[in-house]
Protein backbone atom coordinates (compact mmCIF):
# COMPACT_ATOMS: atom_id res chain seq x y z
CA UNK A 1 0.00 0.00 0.00
CA UNK A 2 1.42 3.23 -0.85
CA UNK A 3 0.20 5.61 1.26
CA UNK A 4 -1.95 3.75 4.35
CA UNK A 5 -3.58 6.16 6.40
CA UNK A 6 -3.32 3.97 9.37
CA UNK A 7 0.31 1.74 10.01
CA UNK A 8 0.68 -0.85 12.74
CA UNK A 9 4.04 -2.11 12.79
CA UNK A 10 4.95 -4.94 14.98
CA UNK A 11 3.12 -3.56 17.92
CA UNK A 12 3.21 -4.95 21.65
CA UNK A 13 1.82 -3.21 24.94
CA UNK A 14 2.92 -4.88 28.20
CA UNK A 15 0.85 -4.26 32.04
CA UNK A 16 2.38 -5.15 35.54
CA UNK A 17 0.02 -7.23 37.20
CA UNK A 18 0.03 -8.28 41.12
CA UNK A 19 1.62 -11.53 41.47
CA UNK A 20 0.12 -12.04 44.78
CA UNK A 21 -2.99 -11.91 46.55
CA UNK A 22 -4.26 -8.66 48.71
CA UNK A 23 -6.84 -8.86 51.06
CA UNK A 24 -7.64 -4.77 51.47
CA UNK A 25 -6.54 -1.40 50.38
CA UNK A 26 -4.76 -0.74 53.25
CA UNK A 27 -2.55 -4.09 53.00
CA UNK A 28 -1.62 -3.14 48.74
CA UNK A 29 -0.42 0.33 49.76
CA UNK A 30 1.43 -1.51 53.06
CA UNK A 31 3.15 -3.56 50.97
CA UNK A 32 3.68 -1.22 47.70
CA UNK A 33 5.61 1.06 49.88
CA UNK A 34 7.72 -1.80 52.03
CA UNK A 35 8.50 -2.67 48.34
CA UNK A 36 7.14 -6.15 49.29
CA UNK A 37 4.74 -6.46 46.25
CA UNK A 38 5.89 -8.16 43.26
CA UNK A 39 4.88 -7.87 39.67
CA UNK A 40 4.39 -10.25 36.72
CA UNK A 41 4.84 -8.98 33.42
CA UNK A 42 1.28 -9.47 30.89
CA UNK A 43 1.69 -8.55 27.01
CA UNK A 44 -1.70 -7.44 26.75
CA UNK A 45 -0.54 -7.74 22.87
CA UNK A 46 2.17 -8.33 20.95
CA UNK A 47 3.79 -8.35 17.07
CA UNK A 48 0.23 -7.19 15.83
CA UNK A 49 0.76 -5.31 12.23
CA UNK A 50 -1.48 -4.92 9.58
CA UNK A 51 -2.26 -1.55 7.15
CA UNK A 52 -5.11 0.57 6.31
CA UNK A 53 -5.98 3.05 2.92
CA UNK A 54 -8.66 5.59 2.51
CA UNK A 55 -12.15 4.42 3.24
CA UNK A 56 -11.19 0.92 3.84
CA UNK A 57 -12.89 -0.47 6.77
CA UNK A 58 -11.72 -3.45 8.88
CA UNK A 59 -13.49 -5.36 11.84
CA UNK A 60 -11.20 -6.18 14.90
CA UNK A 61 -12.79 -9.56 16.76
CA UNK A 62 -12.30 -11.97 19.32
CA UNK A 63 -13.26 -12.97 22.45
CA UNK A 64 -13.16 -10.67 25.55
CA UNK A 65 -9.73 -9.85 27.11
CA UNK A 66 -7.96 -10.74 23.35
CA UNK A 67 -7.14 -6.85 23.15
CA UNK A 68 -9.39 -5.66 20.84
CA UNK A 69 -9.94 -2.05 23.11
CA UNK A 70 -6.23 -1.97 23.96
CA UNK A 71 -5.37 -2.13 20.13
CA UNK A 72 -8.11 0.82 19.43
CA UNK A 73 -6.92 2.99 22.47
CA UNK A 74 -2.93 2.40 20.81
CA UNK A 75 -4.13 3.93 17.53
CA UNK A 76 -5.89 6.87 19.36
CA UNK A 77 -2.95 7.80 21.20
CA UNK A 78 -4.17 6.89 24.41
CA UNK A 79 -1.54 4.47 25.34
CA UNK A 80 1.82 3.91 23.79
CA UNK A 81 3.31 0.40 22.66
CA UNK A 82 6.00 -0.91 24.63
CA UNK A 83 7.56 -2.30 20.91
CA UNK A 84 6.88 -1.31 17.47
CA UNK A 85 5.08 1.88 16.08
CA UNK A 86 1.64 3.31 14.91
CA UNK A 87 1.66 6.33 11.96
CA UNK A 88 -2.17 7.51 11.83
CA UNK A 89 -2.23 10.14 8.72
CA UNK A 90 -5.28 11.35 9.28
CA UNK A 91 -7.92 13.16 12.20
CA UNK A 92 -9.81 10.53 13.87
CA UNK A 93 -13.24 10.43 15.93
CA UNK A 94 -13.01 8.05 18.29
CA UNK A 95 -16.24 5.91 19.90
CA UNK A 96 -14.74 3.67 22.55
CA UNK A 97 -16.05 4.70 25.30
CA UNK A 98 -19.31 5.13 26.14
CA UNK A 99 -19.35 9.12 27.19
CA UNK A 100 -15.93 9.67 27.02
CA UNK A 101 -14.58 13.48 27.19
CA UNK A 102 -18.60 14.65 28.39
CA UNK A 103 -19.66 15.36 31.47
CA UNK A 104 -22.29 13.77 33.56
CA UNK A 105 -23.36 16.96 35.39
CA UNK A 106 -24.06 18.99 32.39
CA UNK A 107 -26.97 18.95 30.49
CA UNK A 108 -27.19 17.56 26.29
CA UNK A 109 -27.55 21.09 25.82
CA UNK A 110 -24.34 22.38 26.84
CA UNK A 111 -22.20 19.04 26.35
CA UNK A 112 -22.84 19.94 22.42
CA UNK A 113 -20.94 22.05 22.68
CA UNK A 114 -18.43 20.56 25.17
CA UNK A 115 -17.96 17.62 22.59
CA UNK A 116 -17.66 20.01 19.71
CA UNK A 117 -14.52 21.63 21.32
CA UNK A 118 -12.94 18.14 22.27
CA UNK A 119 -13.23 17.54 18.10
CA UNK A 120 -11.90 21.07 17.14
CA UNK A 121 -14.97 22.98 16.45
CA UNK A 122 -16.20 26.05 16.89
CA UNK A 123 -19.03 27.09 19.88
CA UNK A 124 -20.55 29.01 16.72
CA UNK A 125 -20.10 25.99 14.79
CA UNK A 126 -21.91 23.68 17.00
CA UNK A 127 -24.89 25.70 18.24
CA UNK A 128 -25.44 26.01 13.48
CA UNK A 129 -25.27 22.21 13.76
CA UNK A 130 -27.56 21.91 16.70
CA UNK A 131 -30.74 20.99 15.28
CA UNK A 132 -29.07 18.38 13.01
CA UNK A 133 -27.80 16.53 16.28
CA UNK A 134 -30.35 16.51 18.25
CA UNK A 135 -32.62 15.26 15.21
CA UNK A 136 -30.34 11.94 14.59
CA UNK A 137 -30.09 11.38 18.32
CA UNK A 138 -33.69 11.81 18.76
CA UNK A 139 -33.30 13.27 21.99
CA UNK A 140 -35.07 16.33 21.44
CA UNK A 141 -37.15 15.64 24.89
CA UNK A 142 -33.95 15.68 26.73
CA UNK A 143 -31.76 18.31 25.82
CA UNK A 144 -31.99 19.98 29.12
CA UNK A 145 -31.54 16.65 31.30
CA UNK A 146 -28.15 15.96 32.83
CA UNK A 147 -26.31 13.43 31.35
CA UNK A 148 -25.63 11.28 34.49
CA UNK A 149 -29.53 10.88 34.24
CA UNK A 150 -29.27 9.30 30.82
CA UNK A 151 -29.77 5.98 30.35
CA UNK A 152 -26.52 4.04 28.13
CA UNK A 153 -28.87 4.37 25.06
CA UNK A 154 -29.38 8.11 25.38
CA UNK A 155 -25.42 8.71 25.91
CA UNK A 156 -24.46 6.44 22.68
CA UNK A 157 -27.10 8.50 20.74
CA UNK A 158 -25.28 11.52 21.54
CA UNK A 159 -22.22 10.60 21.48
CA UNK A 160 -22.55 8.86 17.84
CA UNK A 161 -24.52 11.92 16.57
CA UNK A 162 -21.30 14.43 17.88
CA UNK A 163 -18.87 12.30 16.48
CA UNK A 164 -19.73 11.82 13.27
CA UNK A 165 -21.02 15.19 12.82
CA UNK A 166 -18.52 16.24 10.56
CA UNK A 167 -17.39 13.30 8.38
CA UNK A 168 -13.51 12.43 10.19
CA UNK A 169 -10.86 10.63 8.20
CA UNK A 170 -11.39 7.88 10.14
CA UNK A 171 -13.88 6.42 12.72
CA UNK A 172 -12.93 4.27 15.35
CA UNK A 173 -16.46 2.36 16.91
CA UNK A 174 -15.55 -0.04 19.97
CA UNK A 175 -19.49 -1.87 21.16
CA UNK A 176 -20.77 1.56 22.32
CA UNK A 177 -23.70 1.03 19.35
CA UNK A 178 -24.39 -2.10 21.07
CA UNK A 179 -26.28 -0.02 24.01
CA UNK A 180 -28.80 1.28 21.60
CA UNK A 181 -32.09 0.07 19.97
CA UNK A 182 -32.10 -1.71 17.01
CA UNK A 183 -33.81 0.98 14.80
CA UNK A 184 -30.91 3.32 16.23
CA UNK A 185 -28.50 0.87 15.39
CA UNK A 186 -29.70 0.34 12.17
CA UNK A 187 -29.64 4.20 11.78
CA UNK A 188 -25.81 4.47 12.48
CA UNK A 189 -25.12 1.74 10.41
CA UNK A 190 -26.53 3.76 7.63
CA UNK A 191 -24.59 6.50 8.45
CA UNK A 192 -21.42 4.72 8.35
CA UNK A 193 -21.93 3.01 5.24
CA UNK A 194 -22.24 6.64 3.51
CA UNK A 195 -18.97 7.46 5.69
CA UNK A 196 -17.35 5.05 4.03
CA UNK A 197 -18.24 5.72 1.09
CA UNK A 198 -17.26 9.05 0.86
CA UNK A 199 -13.66 8.02 2.44
CA UNK A 200 -13.99 7.63 5.69
CA UNK A 201 -11.44 5.06 7.27
CA UNK A 202 -13.19 2.63 9.51
CA UNK A 203 -12.12 0.43 12.45
CA UNK A 204 -14.99 -1.36 13.91
CA UNK A 205 -14.62 -3.38 16.97
CA UNK A 206 -18.22 -5.30 17.54
CA UNK A 207 -19.64 -8.85 18.74
CA UNK A 208 -22.24 -8.92 16.66
CA UNK A 209 -21.51 -10.59 13.26
CA UNK A 210 -24.30 -9.07 11.08
CA UNK A 211 -22.89 -5.66 11.34
CA UNK A 212 -19.45 -6.44 11.25
CA UNK A 213 -20.64 -8.03 7.90
CA UNK A 214 -22.64 -5.24 7.14
CA UNK A 215 -20.02 -2.72 7.10
CA UNK A 216 -16.36 -4.19 6.86
CA UNK A 217 -14.50 -5.83 3.92
CA UNK A 218 -11.47 -7.12 6.15
CA UNK A 219 -11.68 -8.66 9.76
CA UNK A 220 -8.25 -9.25 12.35
CA UNK A 221 -9.10 -11.94 15.02
CA UNK A 222 -7.38 -11.36 17.85
CA UNK A 223 -6.26 -14.01 20.10
CA UNK A 224 -5.06 -13.88 23.93
CA UNK A 225 -3.27 -10.09 22.41
CA UNK A 226 -1.71 -11.90 18.70
CA UNK A 227 -3.26 -11.93 15.48
CA UNK A 228 -5.10 -15.82 15.04
CA UNK A 229 -5.83 -14.40 11.52
CA UNK A 230 -6.51 -11.95 8.85
CA UNK A 231 -8.20 -11.23 5.95
CA UNK A 232 -11.93 -11.21 4.18
CA UNK A 233 -14.35 -10.64 7.05
CA UNK A 234 -16.42 -13.86 5.83
CA UNK A 235 -13.28 -16.10 5.82
CA UNK A 236 -12.32 -14.66 9.22
CA UNK A 237 -15.46 -14.49 11.15
CA UNK A 238 -16.14 -18.22 9.64
CA UNK A 239 -13.21 -19.23 11.36
CA UNK A 240 -13.64 -17.50 14.58
CA UNK A 241 -17.09 -18.71 14.76
CA UNK A 242 -16.11 -21.73 14.37
CA UNK A 243 -13.51 -21.96 17.05
CA UNK A 244 -16.57 -20.67 19.56
CA UNK A 245 -18.29 -24.38 18.23
CA UNK A 246 -20.55 -22.34 15.81
CA UNK A 247 -21.99 -19.87 18.35
Same mark, same amino acid.
Given at each position: ?????????????????????? &??????? =????????????????? &??????????????????????????????????? &?????????????????????????????? =?????????????????????????????????????????????????????????????????????????????????????? &??????????????????????????????????????????????????
Amino acid at each position: MSNPIIKVENVGIRFNIASEKT &DSLKEYI =IKLVKRELYFKEFWALQ &DINFEMGQGESLAIIGANGSGKSTLLKLICRILDP &DTGSITVNGSIAPLIELGAGLDGELTAEEN =IVLGGALLGHSKKFMLERRDEIVAFAELSEFMQMPLKNYSSGMYARLAFALSTLVKPEILIVDEVLAVGDIAFQKKCEKRMKEMLA &DGTTLLYVSHDDTSIRHLCEKALWLKKGGVAMAGGVEEVCAAYEASMGGA
